[in-house]
T-cell receptor, first 110, second 111 residues
Framework: GEDVEQSLFLSVREGDSSVINCTYT??????LYWYKQEPGAGLQLLTY?????DMKQDQRLTVLLNKKDKHLSLRIADTQTGDSAIYFC??????????FGKGTRLHILP | DAGITQSPRYKITETGRQVTLMCHQT?????MFWYRQDLGHGLRLIYY???????DKGEVPDGYVVSRSKTENFPLTLESATRSQTSVYFC??????????FGQGTRLTVV
C-alpha cells in the first residue's frame, strides 16, 4: 500500500531556515499537504501543493515537489520559537484517501 | 457554527465496553476519515467514507466499526474496547478537491 516517510526529529537554530523532508510511494497523488500540530492541539493545515506543481511559496513557507523522485520538502524561513511543533506530510490519492507520515518534531535552539 | 466537531473530547472507558466517538461536519463534505494518533506511529487511517452508506477500511480497521447513514455524521465505534485502543482519535472531512479539515481530537483511555 501507499507509504509516507519522514525523519522523526529536526533541530534548528532560531533565525535559520528549517527544511523538513518527506518521501511517498503513491503514484496517483493529487495533493500533498503539510500539517502542523502544536502540543495538545489538533492538526492545522499549513499549506498544500497540487501534484502537477513544482513549487509553492506562502510567506515564510516554501514547498518543493519532485514528482519523479516522489520527494516533498517544506522550508520555513527565519525559524521562530513559535514554529516548534510536529510537522506532518500527507498524501492524497485519486480515491481521496489521505495517508500521513509519522511526523517530524521540529526543535528550535536559542 | 460551521466546522467539524468531535465528541466527547475526553473519554475513559473500561476494557470490554463499547464506546462510540462522534464526528459531525456542517459542510456536507463527501469524504470523511477517522485516524488514530500514537507515539511512534504518527496518524494512521482507521476507516474512511466516500459518501453516505459507503465506507472503506484504512490501515488499522480491526476492532472498529463505522457507519455513515447521514452525510454529516461519521461515528466510530469500538465494539469491545482494548487497552491497545488507547489513543487520540481525529476525524476529518474533505469536499471535492479541497483541503482536509480536522476535528480537535478525542483522547480515549481504555483502562
Amino acid at each position: 500500500g501507499e507509504d509516507v516517510e519522514q525523519s522523526l526529529f529536526l533541530s534548528v537554530r532560531e533565525g535559520d531556515s528549517s527544511v523538513i523532508n518527506c518521501t511517498y510511494t503513491d503514484s496517483s497523488s493529487t495533493y500533498l499537504y503539510w500539517y502542523k500540530q502544536e502540543p495538545g492541539a489538533g492538526l492545522q493545515l499549513l499549506t498544500y501543493i497540487f501534484s502537477n506543481m513544482d513549487m509553492k511559496q506562502d510567506q515564510r513557507l516554501t514547498v518543493l515537489l519532485n514528482k519523479k523522485d516522489k520527494h516533498l520538502s517544506l522550508r520555513i524561513a527565519d525559524t521562530q520559537t513559535g514554529d516548534s511543533a510536529i510537522y506532518f506530510c500527507a498524501d492524497q490519492n485519486r480515491d481521496d484517501k489521505i495517508i500521513f507520515g509519522k511526523g517530524t518534531r521540529l526543535h528550535i535552539l536559542p | 457554527d460551521a466546522g467539524i466537531t468531535q465528541s466527547p473530547r475526553y473519554k475513559i472507558t473500561e476494557t470490554g465496553r463499547q464506546v462510540t466517538l462522534m464526528c459531525h461536519q456542517t459542510w456536507s463534505h463527501s469524504y470523511m476519515f477517522w485516524y488514530r494518533q500514537d507515539l511512534g506511529h504518527g496518524l494512521r487511517l482507521i476507516y474512511y467514507s466516500a459518501a453516505a452508506d459507503i465506507t472503506d477500511k484504512g490501515e488499522v480497521p480491526d476492532g472498529y466499526v463505522v457507519s455513515r447513514s447521514k452525510t454529516e455524521n461519521f461515528p466510530l465505534t469500538l465494539e469491545s474496547a482494548t487497552r491497545s485502543q488507547t489513543s487520540v482519535y481525529f476525524c476529518a472531512s474533505i469536499g471535492g478537491q479541497t483541503e482536509a479539515f480536522f476535528g480537535q481530537g478525542t483522547r480515549l483511555t481504555v483502562v
